[in-house]
């Protein structure tokens, strides 16, 4: 990891256990943990263990995390049965886009019928 800020956000302190997290998947790129704060049955989320604050700051080399992030998520949701009724996959960017945490991640949420979104609050 670098010495970005981003190191210090509460998915940097999960990466280097220094917090407690449900882990439920780990490869040398990426790490993925239930949300303490579940907005559906089953909300998990995917995080690169390199620091990006941003999908505004992702390079064109780190491109690929995201693809990785995505597989990863469908992969989870195909092996713990969610995938035949379906889930929704959610990267939020800056403010207004949702973001509190300032490492880019991937949300999956399943285990209900979802409503829609997208309308302004």
């Not at 210090?8 to 882990?23: H, L, M, N, V």
């Not at 579940?38 to 995390?65: E, R, Y």
């Amino acid at each position: 990891m670098s010495d970005n800020a981003t190191d210090d956000t509460i998915f940097g302190k999960i990466i280097r256990r220094e917090i407690p997290a449900d882990i439920v998947y780990e490869d040398d790129d990426l790490i993925a943990f239930r949300d303490i704060s579940p907005q559906a049955p089953v909300h998990v989320l995917f995080v690169p263990k390199t620091p990006i604050a941003t999908l505004d700051a992702l390079s064109p080399d780190q491109a690929s995390l995201v693809g990785r992030l995505v597989h990863a998520a469908a992969a989870y949701a195909r092996r713990e049965g969610l995938a035949e009724d379906g889930y929704r996959v959610v990267m939020n960017c800056n403010g207004h886009g949702g973001q509190t945490v300032f490492q880019i991640h991937l949300h999956l949420l399943a285990g209900a019928q979802l409503g829609r979104f997208g309308t302004p609050a």
